[in-house]
């Protein structure tokens, strides 16, 4: 008995010892996610081509604010993601289709593995490298402090089994074009980035525990800048600006985006967040249920999935800059007529808070009955209903009158507005309100 008593206690101390092995490093008690589901990567940008390339510059000196999954899923989906399914054709080109390159993540959380076929990231080492791979690249600061770093690696030989002794330099091409796909996509983003080739590739190879056949290439480190870039988002005649707001104004900001219960609106939800996160801006989930919330489906095709965070109740007014409100094909019915959500619209318009709503959302305007004498614009479905109300139903994709901000469905187009979204010149049109731009539209 006193035997069986000994092992239990001795298997319970190694296991206690081999726990806090493994999360040593990670800054928390919690195991980093061995898989990491990636969000859909956006294929638009209201920034050009010309102002990406103008604005690429080598950051070295970072925040301490970490990238958001958005952020994190849009690099590598530019640096390697899979842009035509059937024959798996990828963002950077290579030689032969042969793609000797594996994309590596470094974070606080540990090393990740970008899975291009499955668009996610899989755990590799569940421990913060940073600092040691800051020691074997020549104790360049950037790469300890930087809150992301791609490291890609590649395997020379599965060129030269198609090219022969090309293989090597087609590695390093393709290299280089990965790399710089990473840096203009941070530019569209508001980040920063900077490449290192100095480095003891062999022994950082031997830290990450990289397959034999893996060279380490390039480390290009990706943070916020210290310094805000003055990239402004082109869209085509929307806007007389005046003089912008200052960073710190804009990133005191708090907004709250209103989601249906069910099937929300994705370009419309993903061209409003991704606009107000380029300014600092990290808004809240705000819907009737605390729960997951998927996107509209089409065709079958799995869509994203959003977690609302906040009851619509429970949103104090006083807390709020704006009130974005959000379409889908959950939004018909009762919803349109939902209590909280009026009171909330109700209250928010008495204090002067910023309103905007796209699509059918505008009806929850007309309902609230705060749109008399005033010109809105919406999804034609909700003409009458807000031309009942009082308000003047306009016909253009994108309306504002006073505090309020309406826009039509995200599918409209105008030849006034060039050949930018409905929901791209909506997100613009918040932010400009937010910085107390005025808007000629």
């Not at 996160?277 to 799995?302: C, F, H, M, N």
Request: proline share 5%; charged share 15%.
């Amino acid at each position: 008995m006193k035997k069986n008593i000994l092992i239990f206690v001795l298997l319970a101390v190694c296991s206690s010892i081999g726990f806090s092995q493994d999360t040593a490093g990670t800054g928390s008690s919690t195991a980093p996610a061995a898989v990491i589901k990636l969000p859909k990567p956006q294929t638009n940008s209201s920034v050009s081509f010309e102002q990406a390339l103008m604005h690429r510059r080598s950051i070295r000196e970072f925040t301490d604010e970490p990238l958001t999954i958005n952020q994190i899923g849009q690099l590598c989906w530019a640096a390697q993601g899979i842009t035509e399914p059937n024959k798996e054709f990828r963002t950077a080109p290579s030689a032969g289709a042969v793609y000797p390159i594996q994309l590596y993540v470094l974070l606080p959380e540990g090393l990740y593995l970008y899975q291009p076929q499955k668009h996610e990231l899989s755990l590799v080492i569940g421990k913060d490298l940073r600092y040691s791979v800051f020691s074997s690249s020549f104790n360049q600061r950037v790469v300890q402090k930087a809150p992301c770093t791609f490291m890609i690696a590649g395997n020379s030989k599965k060129v030269e089994a198609k090219y022969r002794n090309r293989g090597e330099k087609f590695t390093y091409i393709e290299t280089g074009h990965i790399a710089q796909n990473i840096h203009l996509q941070a530019v569209t983003l508001g980040l920063g980035s900077v490449p290192i080739g100095v480095m003891d590739a062999k022994t950082i190879a031997q830290i990450c525990k990289l397959p034999e056949n893996l060279d380490v290439l390039y480390l290009v480190p990706v943070g916020r800048p210290m310094e805000e870039s003055n990239l402004l988002p082109v869209i085509a005649n929307t806007s007389a600006v005046q003089p912008m707001a200052s960073v710190a104004d804009m990133r005191s900001k708090h907004i709250a985006i209103i989601v249906p219960s069910r099937y929300f609106n994705e370009t419309d939800y993903y061209g409003i967040q991704q606009a107000l996160v380029k300014e600092g801006i990290y808004p809240v989930i705000a819907s009737t249920v605390l729960a997951d919330i998927k996107g509209i489906q089409r065709g079958g095709v799995q869509r994203n999935i959003i977690t609302s965070t906040i009851l619509v109740r429970d949103l104090k007014i006083q807390d709020y800059d704006a009130f974005v409100f959000i379409s889908g094909s959950g939004i018909g019915g009762d919803y349109l007529y939902n209590r909280d959500i009026l009171n909330l619209v109700r209250s928010a318009h008495s204090a002067g808070k910023i309103l905007a709503a796209i699509s059918d959302a505008p009806a929850f305007f007309s309902n609230a009955g705060i749109v008399r004498n005033k010109n809105i614009t919406s999804s034609v479905s909700q003409r009458n209903k807000i031309n009942q109300a009082g308000a003047i139903w306009q016909r253009n994709p994108l309306v504002i009158d006073g505090n309020l901000i309406t826009a039509g469905d995200s599918a409209e187009t105008s030849s006034n507005y060039g050949n930018a979204r409905v929901s791209d010149r909506f997100a613009t049109a918040v932010v400009s309100m937010l910085k107390g731009q005025k808007i000629v539209y």
